[in-house]
């Protein structure tokens, strides 16, 4: 069975920067699209950042709100893709998700990203 852990979100002033990691255990990693997802309070669970498998990991696609601010990225010998987050702002706070881009794994913990001052 597959599974997601997330981690490295925390509280980080508006306009820094953070690097979530997603390791996945338990199934072909590289062969799967990956995405990472943000659930703001009160809020559905939207997908922010996708990238291809390993034969298209250059593929990448971003919600507009974090288009320029964002990269997603795998390293797939480690199992693990990541969110490089920058310039952050407060409408980036919420729990933080990574799954299949198809959305159709069991859901990690996710982590919490807080931006405040």
């Known amino acids: 069975q597959v599974q997601l852990v997330e981690s490295g979100g925390g509280l980080v002033q508006p306009g820094g920067s953070l690097r979530l990691s997603c390791a996945v255990s338990?199934?072909?990693?590289?062969?799967?699209?990956m995405a990472w997802y943000r659930q703001a309070p009160g809020q559905e669970r939207e997908l922010v950042a996708g990238?291809?498998?390993?034969?298209?990991?250059?593929?990448?696609n971003y919600a507009d709100s974090v288009q320029g601010r964002f990269t997603i990225s795998r390293d797939n010998a480690k199992n693990t893709v990541y969110l490089q987050m920058d310039r952050l702002e407060p409408e980036d706070a919420g729990i933080y998700y990574c799954?299949?881009?198809?959305?159709?794994?069991?859901w990690g913990q996710g982590t919490q990203v807080t931006v405040s001052s």
């Open positions: 799954n299949r881009r198809t959305g159709d794994l069991n």
């Open positions: 338990g199934g072909m990693f590289s062969f799967n699209a």
């Open positions: 990238i291809g498998s390993v034969a298209t990991s250059e593929l990448t």
